[in-house]
Structures are given as structure tokens and as C-alpha cells.
């Protein structure tokens, strides 16, 4: 799935990510907060969060890069979007 020269803003991957979150889990959370770790989210939704990347972002998640640490908080889930998006760019 490649979108040719899309670009992503950091604050604006940052912001969609942290309000569809929002949309889910029901606790105060950091940015850099292990959001799996602390039981805020079941492996069901991370499959959803996973979607959720794809879709908004136009970015494919590759089955070797389904990996807790890209998932794992709003800062991660911001640096592997951008950096999928760097790679599309460059395609």
C-alpha cells in the first residue's frame, strides 16, 4: 500500500493517536506511558491499534513488525508510524 509522497506531521500522528486512544480506554495516560504493560489494553485491540495505524496513516504493517514496542504507547506507535511513512516516501 503505498501512497507515494505522503507526508505525516509528527504532532498530527502524535494527536490522532492519543484521541483514538482516548476513544478507548477509559484512564489518564503519558504519551511515554507502556500502555500494554499497564493493562490498559488487551491483545483484541491491539489488533484493532494495528488497523487503526493502517488506515489512518496509509502505512502496512508488516507481520515481522507486529511487535508490542511499536504499539506500545503513543510515542511509540508516533516514531514507527513516521518512520513507515519515511520509508514510503523514499520508495
Same mark, same amino acid.
Given at each position: ?10 504532532? $498530527? ?8 486512544? #482516548? ?11 507502556? %500502555?500494554?504493560?499497564?493493562?490498559? %489494553? ?12 493502517? $488506515?489512518?496513516?496509509? %502505512?502496512?504493517?508488516?507481520?515481522? #513488525? ?16 513516521? $518512520? ?5 516516501? #523514499?520508495?
Amino acid at each position: 500500500m503505498n501512497h507515494g509522497t505522503r507526508t505525516l506531521a509528527p504532532a $498530527g500522528v502524535r494527536e490522532q493517536t492519543r484521541r483514538y486512544l #482516548e476513544e478507548h480506554i477509559d484512564q489518564l495516560f503519558r504519551d511515554d506511558e507502556d %500502555i500494554v504493560a499497564a493493562g490498559l %489494553i488487551d491483545s483484541m485491540f491491539m489488533v484493532q491499534l494495528v488497523g487503526f495505524a493502517e $488506515g489512518e496513516f496509509g %502505512i502496512e504493517v508488516d507481520t515481522g #513488525e507486529l511487535n508490542l514496542t511499536h504499539f506500545c504507547s503513543v510515542d511509540a506507535i508516533t516514531a514507527f508510524v513516521l $518512520g513507515k511513512a519515511t520509508t514510503l516516501t #523514499e520508495d
